[in-house]
């Protein structure tokens, strides 16, 4: 299947695919074996600069690449593939956040601390046979990436009247569906059985989609983004970037008045964090991702901008909805 899949796009030409060594040894054979030619593999060790430079030296003269495994392969090869102007095919095997089908790649060594644009994968395969087999920790972090569209929203809302900025019902309301797809049917998702891992893998697929649509991260990406983004910088090893973001959304919910306690119950159906502690964050971290999160990005009119939080507020925001 993968072999259709790329033929064509490639044009007779190499195939590169960047992939994590785990991921390597586990789909090499696979993959050889569904190509025609012999592929050029980048071992992708980090999500960062100079992974994307490896990338595009390894990829002279070839037809498209390929970004298997988790988040890093992914950002990493279609970043790449961004700036060679080439097919880029994402081949996830985990379902922790939506950069599997969205336009945009996250990348540490940047000059910013959140995504940049890059393009659209050409083609996904998602195998739910290997993405089910994934850590279950994956895909409760590809729940919070959800969930956290239903503030992103809002905070989209908010900035159209405020500022004037371009709002897109249709893109947000694709974004919701994703994120609904979560709090209406938690204890369902929770149980990750195929059907459950399906449907998670589609909801992410879709919110990729919807930025996509909105041409901004809009859709998938407000006020819990930029407080996972601070978070990220102040401790840049503790929490998934779905846990981080689920965690922001019902402090974010809060503040936009809309039901905080559904999103929680969801997260905690499906097994994600709730609680700071449980991803080895302290509470004057978060707390200080609360007051700095907008600073990260000011262009970006969201909830946080509008109600500035002192130190008070949001330690008081934070404590009663039990982050901390
Ligand atoms: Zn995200």
Redesign the pocket.
């Known amino acids: 299947m993968l072999g259709d899949f790329l033929e064509d796009s490639a044009g007779g030409k190499k195939v590169v695919v960047a992939s994590g060594a785990n991921v390597t040894s586990k789909v090499r054979g696979a993959v050889e074996s569904a190509l025609p030619k012999k592929p050029v593999w980048v071992e992708v060790a980090a999500a960062d600069i100079e992974n994307v430079d490896r990338v595009i030296a390894a990829a002279s003269g070839s037809g498209c690449i390929v970004g298997v495994g988790g988040g890093k392969s992914v950002d990493v090869g279609k970043l790449a593939a961004f700036k060679l102007r080439l097919p880029f095919f994402s081949v996830p095997t985990s379902a922790s956040?939506?950069g599997i089908s969205s336009p945009f790649a996250s990348l540490k060594g940047l000059d910013r601390p959140y995504s940049v644009m890059a393009k659209p994968p050409v083609g996904i395969l998602a195998d739910i046979e290997i993405i089910a087999s994934a850590p279950r920790r994956l895909l409760a972090s590809g729940c919070g990436?959800l969930v956290?569209k239903l503030t992103a929203v809002k905070d989209w809302e908010l900035a159209h009247r405020v500022t004037g900025e371009y709002y897109g019902s249709y893109s947000a309301s694709l974004a919701l569906m994703s994120a609904n797809a979560v709090l209406d049917r938690s204890r369902a998702l929770g149980t990750f059985g195929r059907g459950s891992v399906r449907e998670i893998v589609e909801a992410l697929i879709s919110t990729g989609v919807a930025a996509g649509i909105a041409g901004s991260s809009r859709p998938?990406?407000g006020s819990e983004?930029l407080f996972s983004h601070y978070l990220d910088l102040l401790s840049p090893e503790a929490g998934l970037?779905g846990e981080k973001?689920g965690m922001g959304t019902i402090m974010m919910a809060k503040l936009h008045g809309i039901d905080w306690r559904k999103v929680r119950t969801a997260l905690k159906n499906v097994g994600a964090p709730v609680e700071a502690s449980q991803i080895g964050v302290g509470d004057s971290m978060v707390i200080e991702s609360l007051m700095k999160a907008s600073s990260i990005r000011p262009d970006r009119y969201t909830i946080l901008s509008r109600r500035k939080l002192t130190r008070k507020s949001a330690a008081l925001l934070a404590k009663s909805t039990g982050v901390i």
């Open positions: 956040h939506d990436d956290s998938c990406s983004h970037h973001c």
